[in-house]
């Protein structure tokens, strides 16, 4: 993370209300959110063109999963939190080390698991 700045962020969510309300929810603790993105072609794009400090993953996008993201991310040491409204044990082995949280969730509770990872 750069010093002295905000925490930068990137949100990968298929619905675009939930993509929405997140940002602003984010952004009004101090984020910098980068971008929302539907897909993966798209969150993998943003990432080429922006330096993340951080990611929202939610684990299923439709027809696919953030499971491309979520190896993207690990290898360039950015951590993330992933959220499903799925069972926890259908999420793929990418999401293994990463906290989960079940949707709905309280915003505070990302915060507090989005703070855990940058620290960790």
Sequence with gaps: MRSGDKIHILIVEDDPM??????????????????VAPTVA???????????????LD???GLE????IARALVAAGVP???????????CP????RAPLLSKPFQTARLVA???QQLHR
């Design 42 to 56: 798209k969150a993998l794009d943003l990432l080429k063109r922006h330096t993340c400090d951080l990611a929202v």
């Design 80 to 90: 993330f939190v992933a959220v499903t409204g799925y069972s926890v044990d259908q």
């Design 113 to 115: 698991a989005l703070k």
């Design 93 to 96: 082995e990418e999401f293994a």
């Design 59 to 61: 684990v299923n996008l």
């Design 65 to 68: 999963t953030s499971a491309p």
């Design 18 to 35: 939930i993509g929405f309300d997140l940002a602003v929810e984010l952004e009004d603790v101090g984020f910098a959110v980068v971008g």
